[in-house]
């Protein structure tokens, strides 16, 4: 496989040192692996830190801004962060105010998230968590007890980020941001496998002429492998998969996400699929962001979520946000 790097071990810490002169606006400390925005701690507001395995970008460190994150905490390609670094951004984003950690549902996430609040807790920062668990294509998978956390995520960190910035106390953020995660739901559809740099090949085989319906984004196994299916066919199957569970009342926001090889051409034909079934099954659509942003290395494919929102939430959405991977209203 060509890649686009030096060598697999200083992938990270180049990408790292990469967003550093890219992102001012940024602080990245490449050697413990933080990612804080330059203005933290902001005064009279509560924090907001994520992170999880790297490959999946602009998730987390793409996120982190006004509006958004106020630091993220990136492991190794698809290998959790470690305590260490979540205490360390901790210490780096909290006024007194509080933090509160978005952690996707995987279970070295989960732990490793879980010993960090508990050492942060330890030095007097007051810790409160949110699990994303949005994934609707399977009930257990290779990593995790329970479903996975994937698309939803970006809804999570921008709804709770704009809310923490208005400066609504920490109970109320954590509280928004579950319920932004109890009315999203997500389904993914691997067109190709992808390849982490230490592999330098494909950490999955999927024969030519198949795709893979539920993929995960480590590339963990979904419900099913068919022969290649029509974008049309496939938003049918992925879009009632996601209404079979979700059943909004109102309308939705809508995520229409690449997996990181899909060019924006396709995903935007795919986007207009996804409307299209929207419609036939009634659902209005509040907003729609398309693009690569929970992505899975160089897999090729694409995920749908939907956000059931009311108006409360539907303003948070819109509120400015100023990130690496995500800005409007600034």
Excluded at 201 to 225: C, D, K, M, Q
Aim: charged share 25%; net charge negative.
């Amino acid at each position: 496989m060509k890649m686009l790097i030096n060598v697999a071990e200083t992938v990270v810490a180049d990408a790292l040192r990469g967003l550093a002169a890219s992102h001012p606006e940024l602080t990245v400390d490449v050697e413990n692996r933080v990612v804080v925005r330059r203005d933290a701690p902001v005064p009279d507001k509560v924090a907001l830190i994520s992170g999880g395995g790297s490959g999946h970008e602009p998730l987390h460190g793409g996120f982190v801004g006004a509006g958004m994150l106020d630091a993220a905490c990136p492991g190794e390609v698809f290998t959790s962060p470690v305590p260490d670094q979540m205490v360390r951004a901790a210490a780096a984003v909290d006024n007194g105010k509080g933090v509160l950690f978005v952690v996707k549902n995987y279970t070295g996430d989960v732990l490793n998230f879980d010993m960090a609040a508990e050492l942060a807790e330890d030095e007097g920062i007051q810790v409160a968590k949110v699990l994303v668990d949005d994934d609707v294509a399977v009930s257990d998978s290779t990593h995790t007890a329970g479903r996975r956390g994937t698309g939803a995520t970006l809804f999570v960190e921008k709804i709770a980020g704009a809310a923490a910035e208005e400066g609504a106390p920490l109970e109320r953020v954590e509280a928004i941001a579950r319920r932004v995660n109890a009315c999203s739901r997500s389904f993914g559809v691997a067109l190709s496998p992808c390849s982490t740099p230490a592999k330098g090949g494909p950490t999955f085989e999927l024969p030519a002429g198949e795709l893979e319906l539920g993929v995960g984004i480590h590339g963990e196994p979904g419900r099913e492998r068919r022969a290649m299916m029509t974008s049309r066919e496939i938003a049918d199957y992925a879009v009632d998969a996601v209404l079979d569970d979700l059943r909004p009342d109102n309308p939705v926001l809508v995520l229409v996400n690449g997996m990181g090889a899909t060019p924006q051409l396709e995903l935007y034909g795919f986007a207009a699929e996804v409307h299209r079934v929207l419609g036939e099954r009634r659902v209005a659509v509040a907003r729609t962001l398309v693009g690569n942003y929970v992505t899975s290395l160089d897999m090729a494919g694409a995920s749908v979520t939907l956000c059931q929102v009311d108006e409360d939430l539907l303003r948070l959405w819109d509120a400015p946000v100023r990130t690496a991977g995500l800005r409007w209203g600034c």
